[in-house]
C-alpha cells in the first residue's frame, strides 16, 4: 500500500552520519516495493545540508539525491529553520525547494509515516 513518508534531517551535515543516511533510508523508501511518496525536510540544523556551498560527494549525498529524483520524491528545506540560523534563500541548492513554516507542518502533519534522522 502506497504511503505519503516523509523524511525528516534535523543535524548538521558535517562530522555526522545523519544527512546521508536520512537520504539512503528516502531513497529506498521511494524505491521500495510500494514506491511511496517521499518529501525530504532540511530542518533545524539539518538546513545546513541544504545549501549548495555543501560538498555532496564528501558527503556521500550525489548517488542518494539523484536516485530520489528518478523516484520523485521531493527535497525541501525548513525556511523558519533557515531564519533562525541566518541561512539565506540565496544559499540553498537549485534542487532543494524553500518551504514556509507552515507548509512544512502541513506536510508532516498529512504524512502517513514520518523518519527523523
Not at 50 to 78: I, K, P, T, Y
Request: aromatic share 4%; net charge negative.
Amino acid at each position: 500500500m502506497k504511503r505519503d513518508v516523509v523524511v525528516m534531517l534535523t543535524r548538521a551535515p558535517c562530522g555526522r552520519v545523519h544527512v546521508p543516511e536520512g537520504l539512503r533510508a528516502a531513497r529506498g523508501v521511494a524505491a521500495g516495493f510500494d514506491r511511496h511518496d517521499v518529501t525530504v525536510i532540511f530542518t533545524q540544523d539539518g538546513v545546513y545540508g541544504a545549501r549548495a556551498a555543501v560538498d555532496r560527494d564528501a558527503l556521500n549525498m550525489s548517488g542518494h539525491v539523484a536516485d530520489l529524483d528518478e523516484q520523485d520524491g521531493q527535497l525541501v528545506v525548513d525556511g523558519a529553520a533557515m531564519a533562525e540560523r541566518g541561512v539565506d534563500a540565496g544559499e540553498i541548492a537549485a534542487d532543494i525547494a524553500v518551504w514556509s513554516d507552515d507548509r512544512v507542518t502541513a506536510r508532516i502533519r498529512d504524512a502517513d509515516r514520518t523518519l527523523d534522522f
